[in-house]
């Protein structure tokens, strides 16, 4: 029996985090991934035509940017921006325009109503006076005494209140009062719809808070030579091994512990000191570990997880640069396109009753724009996603149509798009999940990122920390606390629990309290 002091299950980016952390604590690691391929949804690829390369899953990063997590972590990268964050283009042309530079985002906002550009400089103002604690705060475990604490006492009662409020907002509710007109507002409503929360619901505005304040002071970069850099820097200075084609069928638990997995082909693999899953919830607890080793009321409790929406990607080569109708789309490197507010809200509705919408909204990407390499000089390498129903399944026929809409849109803003294109791939939720089984059902968020399944109610109602009932198995993946995107931190998360739980003159302490806190909740 292979025998290390960790084994990560999944060389996602969360695994790959925690397995880094563990090594460069002189852990011995070994990655037991299930696909050919390391990285999860952070992978590039020549899918659509020659010298084109496409993101294949996420790409703009400023959470990865931004998060602690990664920083210290001191990757080989090298980032790149376009000239624009983003530009949310409305039906009627005009658009709003998000640059690191502030007064060319005032200016966007200034034109559609006087005073915006100055609330807009107002807000950033207050995000600036909290970033640093408020991202510390974001990607530590739960709860975040320390840097939290911080918090309290530069902001004090009543700031810390009003922040509070702020939080659990909707974006459309917290748009109205920062801004008086539809760029601003838009700007937060279109960063917000990244998740599966429409701009009504409790909770969604700081997602959209989050991404535009982060798009003013840090931007959405990408790296240089697309997605699968950050993977190549990850694996670059891992010291330990990992296994390609080798998906876990069995989390080996005696007495309570977890001592090892199992792989497809029969093999045993122990883990002295800790197991780490960079896998979904519901595939660890449920899957890999079974209800023999959950307390019953986590079972039960996991029967309500819930899902975020299912996605449909489309990637294509074009030609040409892409011919916007206005020319505000054609220096950034996102473009949201499809709808004003009362559009997203349409939107958003119809996903929450189970439609296809006819007019999709989408969120799409001009990685040439922002990384010259991505394809030929004078041509765009271009991508668009947009959410559906989360559903056991879709028809071929149903997706083709839904691309159908999808180009549809871009074509209202940029006529003759698709008479330039030379080459397109199409990743349906079941193509997301087939190429990374994390994706379930073209899920990117590892969960919704609604209120009720956020924090201490992450996976389901708990700790809200990567501690789980069976000792010595911490969960890592993104349906972990603080949940999706590409920042590290649930994978980062995990693996300081794990050394928490290890320490020798502590490590006693921690299990003590976890294991009592486990008993209580879920007696």
């Known amino acids: 029996m292979d025998t290390v002091d960790a084994i990560v299950i999944g060389a996602g980016h969360n695994g790959l985090v925690a397995a880094n952390l563990l090594a460069d604590a002189g852990w011995s690691v070994r990655v037991l991934e299930a696909t050919p391929h390391p990285g999860g949804a952070v992978r ?30 001191n990757l080989d990268l090298r980032w790149t921006h376009a000239p624009d964050v983003f530009t949310h283009l409305l039906p009627d042309g005009r658009a709003a325009t998000v640059s690191r530079e502030l007064d060319r985002t005032m200016a966007s906002m200034e034109a559609f109503a006087p005073g915006d550009g100055e609330r807009w400089r107002t807000a950033y103002r207050e995000w600036r006076g909290v970033s640093d604690r408020m991202m510390d705060t974001l990607f530590t475990p739960f709860p975040p005494v320390r840097h939290g604490l911080g918090l309290v006492r530069q902001l004090r009662v009543g700031g810390s209140l009003r922040l509070a409020r702020r939080l659990v907002l909707s974006v459309r509710e917290l ?30 505005g700081v997602y959209g808070w989050l991404l535009a304040m982060l798009a003013q002071q840090v931007g959405w970069p990408v790296p240089v030579g697309g997605a699968g850099e950050i993977t190549s820097a990850l694996l670059r200075r891992f010291p330990g091994e990992i296994s ?69 990607k489309v990637d294509w080569a074009v030609r040409t640069r892409m ?35 006819k007019h999709p909204f989408l969120l799409l990407g001009q990685t040439t724009t922002a990384d010259p390499s991505r394809s030929p000089e004078g ?93 010595r198995l911490f969960l890592g993946s993104a349906s972990a606390h603080p949940g999706g995107g590409v920042h590290g931190a649930p994978g980062a998360n995990a693996a300081h629990a794990a050394m928490a739980r290890d320490r020798r003159l502590t490590g006693a302490a921690y299990r003590a309290a976890v294991d009592g806190a486990h008993r209580v909740i879920y007696a």
Request: net charge negative; with cysteine.
């Open 323 to 357: 011919p916007w109708t206005n020319p505000a789309a054609a220096g950034s490197g996102t473009v949201h396109l499809g709808a004003d507010l009362n559009g997203l809200t349409r939107y958003s509705a119809r996903l929450a009753s189970d439609e296809l919408p």
């Open 379 to 471: 041509t765009e390498s271009v991508w668009a996603y947009t959410h559906l129903p989360h559903r056991p399944s879709w028809t071929a026929d149903e997706i083709a149509g839904h691309v159908e809409r999808i180009e549809a849109v871009v074509e209202e803003h940029a006529p003759g798009f698709r008479r330039e294109v030379v080459g397109r791939n199409v990743f349906g939720p079941a193509d997301l999940e087939r190429e990374n089984p994390s994706l379930v059902g073209g899920a990117l968020g590892g969960g919704t990122a609604a209120a009720f399944q956020q924090l201490f109610l992450r996976p389901v109602p708990g700790l809200g920390r990567p501690d789980t009932p069976v000792d």
């Open 244 to 312: 390609y084609g080798a998906p876990v069928t069995r989390v080996l638990v005696a007495r309570g512990r977890a001592m090892g997995v199992r792989t497809a082909d029969g093999r045993d693999w122990r883990a002295r000191r800790a197991v780490i899953a960079d896998v979904p919830a519901p595939a660890l607890f449920l899957d890999l570990v079974g209800e023999r080793w959950l307390p019953p009321r986590m079972t039960e409790d996991l029967a309500h997880f819930r899902w975020d929406g299912a996605t449909v």
């Open 44 to 73: 590039s690829g020549h899918v659509t035509a020659p010298g084109y390369l496409s993101d294949l899953f996420s790409s703009f990063y400023p959470l990865g940017y931004a998060s602690p997590v990664m920083k210290a972590l």
């Open 175 to 204: 748009a109205s009062e920062l801004f008086q007109g539809e760029g601003a507002a838009l700007a937060l409503a279109g960063c917000a719809l990244h998740t599966d929360l429409s701009p009504e619901e409790a909770g969604g």
